[in-house]
């Protein structure tokens, strides 16, 4: 993606959970920390209950989503899944996830940095107790460091920093 690449997105769901195997639930906001993670979900660095939770790593302070990789799903295989089955923090619509590893965007007022690609786990079917382990791959979303935290609501702007 070149640097005169413009895009702009908007956060559709917010999605958090405090511990591994519960529901995420939904909100009309949530509280990011630089350089730990969303308050009260299972990733939140000091504080993690999550799956994964045994390889802690830094990029994964929170997660994003689109909309149109559900709808590339449903599409393709035929699957409907909804926001808070795809277990990640943010939803959005119009944001070029998959092209953006290793640079920096604002959701809101709060300013984060992809890490990599989310790729998708058995976990997932599991859970769901659906195959959609083939079909997330490469639709799984981002894993992103919080910069500079603040509070992410519904129909926030996504945009390049």
């Known amino acids: 993606m070149s640097s005169d690449t413009t895009w702009a997105g908007v956060v559709c769901h917010l999605h958090r959970t405090p511990r591994a195997f519960l529901p995420m639930k939904a ?7 630089a350089g730990r993670g969303i308050e009260g979900d299972r990733y939140c660095l000091d504080n993690e209950a999550g799956f994964y939770s045994h390889k802690p790593e830094e ?3 929170v997660t994003l989503f689109e909309m149109e990789a559900l709808e590339a799903i449903e ?26 590893v290793h640079r920096r965007f604002r959701v809101g007022t709060v300013l984060l940095e992809a890490t990599r690609l989310s790729t998708p786990c058995r976990h997932i079917e599991e859970i769901l ?3 959609v382990f083939d079909p997330m791959v490469h639709r799984s979303g981002l894993n992103c460091r919080i910069l500079e935290g ?3 609501s519904l129909g926030d ?3 390049p920093a």
Do not use: A, C, W
């Not at 909100?27 to 920390?33: K, P, Q």
């Not at 599409?75 to 953006?100: A, F, K």
């Open 27 to 33: 909100f009309d906001s949530l509280n990011l920390i």
């Open 59 to 61: 990029g994964r302070q």
């Open 75 to 100: 599409r393709d295989y035929g699957i409907v899944m909804t926001p808070v089955e795809h277990r990640r923090n943010i939803t959005v619509r119009g944001v070029p996830l998959n092209h953006l």
């Open 129 to 131: 107790e659906r195959k």
């Open 150 to 152: 603040g509070v992410v």
């Open 157 to 159: 702007r996504v945009l």
